[in-house]
Every structure is written in C-alpha cells, then in structure tokens.
C-alpha cells in the first residue's frame, strides 16, 4: 500500500528557492513512477514533472524545465522537487502521486495531501 505525505511548501519571494519532499510510509515505494502536479487558484491541475522507480528517466513541464529538479532515494522512500527561481505563476498546491509508468500523461493511482507553495513578486 502507498502512502503518500508531501511537505516543504511555504511562502517565498521571487527568485527564492524551495525543496518540496514526498515520503511514502508503505513498503513498495521503489516499484512506483512517482510524479508532482499542482493547481493554482480557478485553475485545472496540471503536469509538473515525473521520474521513473530508479531515478534514471526524469520528465519535466516546459515552464519548470531547467528550474525544477526531479529526484528519489529509494532507501529513503523519499522523492523530492527542488525549485529554484521561483516565480509568482508557480504560485499553487502541489501534490505527489504515485503511479505504475513515469510520464506526463501516465495515470497515476496514489495522491499527496498537497502542499502550498506562494511566491510574492
């Protein structure tokens, strides 16, 4: 069973940076893809980045590329996003899934609480 927590958000100013965290306290987390989308205010939930179960294969949205980094440690159960450069439109909840594939389309079974992430201009 998976069980998902993802932690890290908070409030920044433009330009700061963050490192969300994901930790799965069931026992399979090495078997998942595991993901982050997140959803600003009146906006639809949307594709942030993805990694496969070792870590080798990594995926990202075009407006987080060579600012957000997708990582796992498998020891750990633990998957992380490091977000450097924030801006205000990253501004949103972000949540942690867990699913069979790695992808942006790829479904994705197991579900964070989400965390918020605020960045002031």
């Known amino acids: 069973q998976v069980r998902l927590v993802d932690s890290g958000g908070g409030l920044v100013q433009a330009g700061d940076s963050l490192r969300l965290s994901c930790v799965d306290s069931?026992?399979?987390?090495?078997?998942?893809?595991m993901a982050w989308f997140r959803q600003a205010p009146g906006k639809e939930r949307e594709f942030v980045a993805s990694?496969?179960?070792?870590?080798?294969?990594?995926y990202y949205a075009d407006s987080v590329k060579a600012r957000f980094t997708i990582s796992r440690d498998n020891a750990k159960n633990t998957m992380y996003l490091q977000m450097n450069s924030l801006q205000p439109d990253d501004t949103a909840v972000y949540y942690c899934?867990?699913?069979?594939?790695?992808?942006?389309?790829?479904?994705?079974?197991?579900w964070g609480q989400g965390t918020q992430v605020s960045v002031s201009s």
């Open positions: 899934a867990a699913g069979a594939v790695a992808g942006r389309n790829s479904r994705y079974d197991y």
């Open positions: 069931g026992h399979t987390f090495s078997s998942y893809a």
């Open positions: 990694i496969n179960w070792s870590g080798k294969l990594t």
